[in-house]
């Protein structure tokens, strides 16, 4: 049997820490992540569009 009073001690030690916050690279330069999430979700939904158009002009 093992004992996991030790990892729930970790975890609500892990709490208290402070939360990440994320300081602009320059004056108005968005956040380099955001851009590329921006980019995926973009082409996700272009993706969807395309198949969606596919599918409807098959059936045509």
Not at 26 to 55: C, I, T
Request: hydrophobic content about 35%; aromatic content about 6%.
């Amino acid at each position: 049997m093992q004992d996991f009073g030790v990892q729930k001690r970790k975890d609500i030690a892990r709490c208290n820490e402070p939360e990440l916050t994320l300081a602009p690279q320059s004056g108005n330069a968005p956040d380099p992540r955001l851009v590329e999430f921006v980019r995926l979700l973009a082409r996700h939904a272009a993706r969807r569009w395309y198949d969606q158009a596919n599918k409807e002009s098959k059936r045509s």
